[in-house]
């Protein structure tokens, strides 16, 4: 309910300022990215209590795809500038467990408050084109690229990866027991 929520309001909040300013304006790119940014983690959060495990499950990016796509890069750019350090230490606690007991319901919402975002900065994109905004239309899709689409590519990564370990850890569980 409040992923709806705050997407009509945030539909209504573009609309009024490409309605004002108009949809090729600074002023609309701005009001988009604000959005974008401000509320996913809310709108994330909300999304991954609807969505089952079994989907999440189908779910992967593979090594070999997230080296071709750059998403190595892109993780390594984070934590050199000291990103997911900074992110670590917010999860305070929930960081300090095993690898193999992390909860993944905090990464699951991330990536879909990014992935929500991202849809918003594709549709802002599209409108600032329409409207011959053609320089905003380029940087809104440039920060939707790099500011959520790289994001939810990385955290899909890593549930990959977590559910790999998982499976691991079940499989020797089982061969042990």
Do not use: C
């Not at 401000?38 to 959060?45: I, K, S």
């Amino acid at each position: 309910m409040i992923a709806l929520l705050l997407t009509l309001a945030s539909a209504g909040g573009l609309f009024v300022v490409a309605n004002a300013a108009g949809a090729g304006s600074v002023g609309f790119a701005i009001t988009a990215a604000l959005l974008s940014f401000g509320l996913a983690p809310f709108v994330g959060d909300s999304l991954q209590r609807r969505i089952p495990d079994g989907v999440w499950a189908q779910l992967s990016l593979s090594s070999t795809a997230a080296r071709r796509w750059g998403v190595d890069l892109f993780n390594a750019i984070l934590s050199t500038v000291g990103w997911n350090r900074h992110v670590l230490a917010l999860r305070k606690g929930r960081s300090e467990r095993p690898t193999a007991q992390m909860d993944p319901r905090h990464m699951r919402a991330a990536a879909l408050g990014h992935a929500w975002a991202f849809a918003l900065h594709i549709v802002s994109t599209v409108l600032a084109s329409a409207y011959q905004g053609q320089l905003w239309a380029a940087a809104l899709l440039i920060i939707g690229i790099v500011g959520h689409l790289y994001p939810v590519l990385l955290q899909l990564r890593i549930l990959t990866r977590l559910r790999l370990l998982h499976t691991r850890l079940g499989a020797d569980q089982n061969r042990s027991g």
